[in-house]
C-alpha cells in the first residue's frame, strides 16, 4: 500500500471537455481498490468536486446523481452491444465475452426487446451486405483495385474521377433524351419531316468539321422545332429549356455535394489528425487475402501510405529548421517565380487571340486546317506551359501534395481561361456569310474542341508514350528513353476542359454528351493502357483525397464558366432576336417562352408563382437560409466539442493501460522480492 503514494499523474482538459460526463466511464463496471487510482478517475474528480457543493446547495441528491450519471455513461456501450460482433475492435476472445454477456442480457430483458434487437441487427446487417454488393457491381472496381497497388491512391483518384464523368454524362443523355429527342422522335417535327440522307456534297471530312449531314443532324440546334406539340405548357420550346436548366441543376448539386463530402474528409484526415504508424504496420493487414496477388496489391498499399507519411513528415522537419534569411530568400523566389508564370500565362492567352483572329482574316489555308488552327493552339499552350509550370514549382520549396496542387491551379487557369477567350471571340465574331442557324455554328465549335481534345490524348497515348516506351525497352542507352511517369495533374486538367467543353455545348449541340460519354470510356481504357504499360509508379506520392477535392473544385468552375457563357450568350441574343433558327424561331426566346405558360395556369397559380419572383419572398427566404446556417453552424460546433471530449476520453484510456500496466510491473517486482525473501528464510 506504500506505493500508492508515489503515484501522481497530471492531466490537463480542454475546455471543452471539462464538462464532459463521459469521462468518469471507465474500465468497464469494476468497483475495485485500483478504480480509485485510475488517472481518469483521478482527473474527473476535481470537476465532480467543484459541482457537489452546487448540486447539494441546490437539494440535488449526491449519491443519486452518482448513479444515474453512470447509467447515462453506459449509453454508448448499449449502442455498441446492437453493433454485430465483427464490426467491433476486439481480440478473438473478447468477442466471444461480449457475445456470453449479449445472451445473458437477451435472459434478462423481455421477449419484444429482444426481438426488436435481433431485428436490428439483422436490418444492419443486410444493410451492410447491399452496399458492399453495389460496390462490387461498379465497373472497372478490379482494375481501380490494380492501379491503386501499383501506382498508389493519386493515381486511383484519377480513375475514379474519370469514372464518375462517365457516370455524371450518362445522366445527361437520359435527360437529353427525355426532354428533348424523345418527344421529337415520338411527336414529330412539325412541317420539318425531310428524311436524313446522306447527299452527294457531303463526305467524311463533315464528321471532323460538323458540317454537311452532320449539321443537318439531331446532333444540333437546328434540328429541333416547335413540332407538333403545341401546348402552352407542352412544347419543344419549352421542353428543351427544362432539359437544359435540369442538366444545368444536377450538374452543379452533383459536384457541389461531391466537393463539400470530400472538403469534410480531408478537414477530417487534416492536421488535426495524425496517422498512427504501428496501427498502419501492426493492423493494416487483412487477413482474409488468400489470393496471392491480392497480397501484393495490399502490400503495395501499405508501403505508399508509409512513403507518403514519411515524406510529409521530412518536409515538415526541414520546414521547421529554416532559418529568417533562408524564408526570406525563399518568399522572394516565390515572387519572381509567379510573375514568371504571369508573363507565360499572357504569351499564351496573347497566341490564342492570334490564332483566332486569323481564322477571321485569312483564308489560304486548307479547309480543316483552318477549322482546327483555334482548337490546335489552345491545346499546344495545354501541353506546354503545365509542364513549365511543373517544373517551376519543383524549385518553390513545397510539399509533393502542395507542388501537383500548385501545378493543378495554374494549369486550370490557364485550361479556363484560353477557352474562355476563345469563346469570347467566338459570342463577338462576326460571321462573313449570313448563318441560316448561327447556334448550329457556335455548336460546330464545340464539337470540333471535343474531337480535337480526343483526338490529342489518343495520338500522345500510341505516337509518343508506347513508341518511346519500346525504344526505352530496346535501347536503354538512347538520349529520348527515360522513366515515364502518369502526371496526374495534367490528365486531370483535360478531363475538366473536356467536360467543361461539353457542358457549354450542350444547348447547341445536345448529343454532346453522347459523344463526350463515348470518348470518356475510350479515354478510360487509353489511359489504363499508357499507365499500366508505358509509366513507371512515383518515387514520391500525395495524398488522393486532398487531390481529389481539388479536381471536383477545378470541375465546379468549369461549370460555372459554362453557364455564365451560355448566360452571356442568351442575353445577347434575347436583345438582339437572332434565333434564326432551332425551338425558339418566330420571336420567342428563352426569356419569354415560359410567360406564356404562366399566363395559361389558373389565377391562383399565377398568384403564386409572381409572388414566388417578386422581391417580397426575398425576405422570408434570407430568413430560412440564415436559420438553416445557424443550425449547422451550432451543429458543427456541438461536434467539435464532442471530438475533443473523445480524444481526451481516448488520452486518458491510454493513461489509464499505461498505469495498470506499472502497477502489474511494480507488483510483480513485489512477490518476487518476497519469494526470494521467503527463499532465503
Same mark, same amino acid.
Given at each position: 500500500?506504500?506505493?500508492?503514494? =508515489? ?14 460526463? @463521459?469521462?468518469? *466511464? ?9 478504480? *480509485?487510482? @485510475? ?47 465483427? =464490426? ?36 444492419? #446487417? ?84 460538323? +458540317?454537311?449531314? !452532320? *449539321? ?17 405548357? @407542352?412544347?419543344?420550346?419549352? !421542353? ?47 487477413? %482474409? ?32 529548421? #529554416? %532559418? ?13 517565380? =509567379? ?121 500522345? +497515348? ?16 538512347? !538520349? ?13 486538367? *483535360? ?93 420567342? =426566346? ?39 446556417? %445557424? ?13 475533443? #471530449? ?19 510491473? %511494480?507488483?510483480?517486482?513485489? #512477490? ?10
Amino acid at each position: 500500500m506504500e506505493e500508492k503514494k =508515489n503515484v501522481n499523474f497530471m492531466r490537463l482538459l480542454s475546455d471543452e471537455s471539462t464538462g464532459s460526463t @463521459l469521462s468518469s *466511464d471507465s474500465c468497464e463496471y469494476y468497483q475495485t481498490e485500483i478504480f *480509485d487510482l @485510475l488517472p481518469s478517475i483521478q482527473a474527473s474528480r476535481p470537476e465532480q468536486n467543484r459541482c457537489g457543493p452546487l448540486e447539494a446547495a441546490e437539494g440535488g441528491p449526491g449519491p443519486a446523481e452518482g448513479i444515474s450519471h453512470g447509467h447515462l455513461s453506459r449509453e454508448p456501450r448499449d449502442k455498441l452491444s446492437v453493433q454485430p460482433l465483427r =464490426n467491433l475492435a476486439m481480440c478473438i476472445q473478447a468477442k466471444r465475452g461480449a457475445r456470453e454477456r449479449r445472451r445473458m442480457q437477451i435472459s434478462n430483458i423481455g421477449f419484444w426487446e429482444s426481438w426488436r434487437r435481433s431485428q436490428s441487427i439483422n436490418r444492419k #446487417r443486410a444493410w451492410a451486405q447491399m452496399g458492399q454488393i453495389l460496390s462490387s457491381l461498379l465497373p472497372w472496381q478490379h482494375m481501380l483495385h490494380k492501379i491503386e497497388g501499383r501506382f498508389g491512391v493519386g493515381v486511383k483518384a484519377y480513375f475514379v474521377f474519370l469514372r464518375y464523368l462517365i457516370f455524371l454524362n450518362l445522366l445527361h443523355c437520359i435527360l437529353i433524351w427525355g426532354f428533348i429527342m424523345g418527344p421529337t422522335t415520338f411527336f414529330g417535327r412539325g412541317n420539318h419531316t425531310e428524311p436524313l440522307r446522306f447527299g452527294e456534297n457531303d463526305s467524311v471530312l463533315n464528321f471532323f468539321l460538323g +458540317t454537311g449531314f !452532320l *449539321d443537318r443532324s439531331p446532333a444540333f440546334f437546328g434540328f429541333y422545332t416547335r413540332g407538333s406539340l403545341s401546348s402552352p405548357c @407542352l412544347n419543344t420550346p419549352l !421542353l428543351y429549356l427544362a432539359g437544359i436548366f435540369t442538366i444545368i441543376l444536377l450538374s452543379f448539386i452533383m459536384v457541389v455535394r461531391r466537393t463539400t463530402v470530400g472538403y469534410k474528409h480531408t478537414w477530417m484526415l487534416g492536421k488535426r489528425y495524425s496517422m498512427n504508424v504501428c496501427l498502419k504496420v501492426f493492423c493494416g493487414w487483412d487477413f %482474409t487475402i488468400h489470393d496471392p496477388a491480392a497480397a501484393i496489391l495490399k502490400q503495395s498499399f501499405i508501403r505508399n501510405d508509409l512513403k507518403l507519411f514519411l515524406e510529409e513528415q521530412s518536409f515538415a522537419l526541414r520546414k521547421a529548421e #529554416r %532559418t529568417l534569411g533562408q524564408k526570406v530568400r525563399l518568399y522572394l523566389l516565390r515572387f519572381i517565380l =509567379n510573375l514568371l508564370v504571369l508573363c507565360l500565362l499572357g504569351g499564351a492567352f496573347s497566341l490564342i487571340y492570334i490564332s483566332t483572329t486569323a481564322t477571321m482574316e485569312y483564308h489560304w489555308f486548307i479547309d480543316l486546317v483552318i477549322h482546327y488552327l483555334p482548337p490546335f493552339a489552345i491545346t499546344f499552350v495545354n501541353l506546354v506551359l503545365p509542364h513549365m509550370f511543373r517544373k517551376i514549382s519543383s524549385f518553390e520549396d513545397y510539399s509533393f501534395t502542395v507542388q501537383v496542387n500548385t501545378t493543378l491551379v495554374r494549369s486550370i487557369i490557364l485550361k479556363l481561361g484560353s477557352l474562355g477567350m476563345y469563346l469570347f471571340f467566338i459570342i463577338n465574331k462576326p460571321w462573313q456569310t449570313p448563318p441560316s442557324c448561327r447556334e448550329n455554328q457556335f455548336g460546330r465549335e464545340m464539337y470540333k474542341l471535343c474531337i480535337f481534345s480526343f483526338l490529342t490524348t489518343f495520338c500522345n +497515348t500510341f505516337l509518343f508514350n508506347y513508341p518511346r516506351k519500346l525504344l526505352q525497352d530496346n535501347y536503354p542507352r538512347s !538520349l529520348l528513353s527515360g522513366k515515364q511517369y502518369f502526371l496526374i495533374p495534367f490528365h486531370v486538367l *483535360d478531363l475538366v476542359y473536356g467536360q467543361t467543353v461539353s457542358w457549354v455545348g450542350v444547348y447547341y449541340c445536345p448529343l454532346l454528351p453522347l459523344i463526350g460519354t463515348i470518348f470518356l470510356i475510350a479515354t478510360l481504357y487509353i489511359k489504363k493502357f499508357s499507365v499500366l504499360r508505358c509509366c513507371v509508379a512515383e518515387q514520391r506520392v500525395f495524398r488522393g483525397s486532398n487531390s481529389s477535392v481539388l479536381f471536383h473544385f477545378m470541375l465546379l468552375l468549369g461549370l460555372l464558366m459554362a453557364v455564365a457563357t451560355l448566360s452571356f450568350d442568351l442575353y445577347l441574343k434575347a436583345d438582339t432576336k437572332m434565333f434564326h433558327c432551332g425551338p425558339f424561331i418566330g420571336g420567342e =426566346n428563352v426569356f419569354n417562352v415560359t410567360g406564356v405558360c404562366v399566363k395559361s395556369l389558373p389565377s391562383p397559380a399565377q398568384t403564386a408563382l409572381r409572388y414566388l419572383t417578386s422581391e417580397a419572398f426575398a425576405f422570408p427566404l434570407l430568413l430560412a437560409e440564415i436559420i438553416i446556417l %445557424t443550425s449547422y453552424v451550432s451543429r458543427g460546433r456541438a461536434n467539435q466539442k464532442a471530438i475533443e #471530449r473523445l480524444k481526451d476520453m481516448l488520452v486518458m484510456t491510454s493513461s489509464d493501460k499505461r498505469f495498470l500496466v506499472k502497477q502489474h510491473a %511494480t507488483l510483480q517486482r513485489s #512477490r518476487k522480492n518476497a519469494s526470494r525473501v521467503r527463499s532465503a528464510c
